[in-house]
């Protein structure tokens, strides 16, 4: 009987660290506070992303169905600030995200916790970076990956496309 109180106690102690030390390996959620597009936040205040960005091509209402973005869901007014390669939307009360940033361009770069994704970033790069990724789908062109967001409570996060094995385009996404 004692025995197997040890070996039950022995076996409950090695998957305990097993699950503390296997979970960052498996870890995959996005810190939103190391993701910037050059240098600036990506939750970021409107006047400091006209201050970073300049003018934009328009703003817009975004009109989403649901989500943390909608204004019907939320009862309240979101706004998109739309440039040729990105996109934030929020409200002065909430401040702004980023919605979706598009790896067209040399100017603006996107940087997560020191490391550049780019129109070069590779599948395997980005599972460098965050990890194994439990949510993968794939079309005829492309392969979308979902990265949580590391505050579990907030239910969204970023889906990365990837065409041809190479990123193309992050979109912010939340729960309906």
């Known amino acids: 009987m004692k025995i ?14 097993l699950l503390i030390f296997a979970e960052p390996m498996l870890a995959q959620d996005i810190d939103f ?9 990506i939750c970021s205040s409107k006047s400091l992303i006209l201050e970073k960005f300049g003018e934009p091509i328009e703003i817009t209402n975004p009109d989403y169905e649901c989500g943390f973005l909608s204004s019907a869901e939320q009862m309240k007014e979101f706004e998109s600030i739309v440039y040729k390669d990105f996109v934030f939307t929020g409200n002065r009360e909430d401040d702004y995200i980023l919605d979706e940033f598009k790896f067209n361009s040399q100017i603006f770069t996107l940087n997560y916790a020191g490391i550049d994704l780019n129109k070069g970033t590779t599948i395997d790069k980005l ?50």
């Open 33 to 41: 506070k190391k993701l910037e597009v050059n240098g600036q936040s």
């Open 4 to 17: 197997q109180i040890l070996n039950s106690m022995k076996l409950s102690t090695i998957l305990f660290l």
């Open 127 to 176: 599972q460098e970076i965050f990890g194994k990724f439990d949510d993968e789908y794939r079309s005829d062109q492309s392969i979308y990956i979902f990265i949580p967001n590391q505050d579990k409570m907030q239910e969204d996060g970023y889906l990365f496309q990837f065409n041809k094995g190479k990123l193309v385009l992050i979109e912010y996404w939340s729960r309906c």
